[in-house]
């Protein structure tokens, strides 16, 4: 089946650096990215959504010049923490799906980020 | 906007035994998809089952079946002979047709425990 693989699966970093996370498709091509925050014994919130070689989509209340979302090509999207403070701590989630309309939603592994 | 609502926020079945999972959807849209995904401790999301609202036809995948409701808006998901790996918090989802670009949202989730 398709795969998406997610780096790193966790991050420590200081208050005030950023943060890179990637997000792959392996074997698909990924026209459309999703990327979801998740909060301990909560639901999946969608932080924002990214078409490849669009500027990506955010959902109300994201900050999008802290969380910078590229999405250059078919198999990779980017998102950045920027100046990360210990409130950004928490499990992101990337999914992605080709072009189809019916295609499900694959995801990655996510990634556990702790600022201290 | 469309909503997805779970009322029940735990869940226990005994071992072999079945359980169902409530899900409630609210759209004004005709053509859309449902989904059940499994999250298990390791945080990986895992596709259950999925239903196109044109078909009326439930879905079957081996242990697991969904009881999809269209006028109800209802949608859900029935496992039978509950394993002990089943344990797991389950997110209903929903999806519009009407782009190949929309987004995913998800329920609350229902933390599913399987007792021996």
């Known amino acids: 089946g398709a795969v998406v693989s997610q780096h790193p699966s966790w991050v420590i970093c200081k208050s005030g650096t950023s943060v890179k996370i990637e997000c792959r498709s392996l074997d698909f091509q990924a026209t459309t990215m999703f990327w979801y925050r998740q909060f301990p014994k909560q639901s999946l919130m969608l932080m924002a959504t990214s078409n490849e070689g669009s500027k990506a989509t955010y959902e109300q209340g994201v900050e999008k010049d802290k969380f910078l979302i590229n999405h250059a090509s078919l198999t990779l999207s980017t998102l950045t923490v920027t100046s990360a403070h210990p409130e950004d701590s928490s499990f992101y989630i990337c999914?992605?799906?080709?072009?189809?309309?019916?295609?499900?939603?694959?995801f990655g592994n996510g990634t556990r980020l702790t600022v201290t | 906007a469309q909503t997805v609502t779970q009322s029940q926020p735990e869940m226990s079945v005994q071992e072999a035994e079945t359980v169902t999972l409530s899900c409630t959807y609210d759209t004004s849209e005709s053509d859309y998809y449902l989904f059940w995904y499994k999250q298990p401790p390791s945080r990986q999301m895992i596709l259950v089952i999925r239903?196109?609202?044109?078909?009326?036809q439930n879905a079957t995948e081996n242990r697991f079946s969904v009881n999809f409701q269209k006028a109800a808006k209802s949608f859900s998901l029935k496992i039978s002979d509950s394993q002990l790996g089943d344990a797991a918090m389950y997110f209903c989802a929903y999806r519009s047709a009407l782009t190949s670009y929309d987004k995913v949202i998800f329920g609350p989730g229902t933390s599913l425990s399987v007792i021996p």
């Open positions: 999914s992605a799906r080709d072009r189809w309309a019916n295609s499900p939603l694959h």
């Open positions: 239903q196109e609202a044109y078909k009326q």
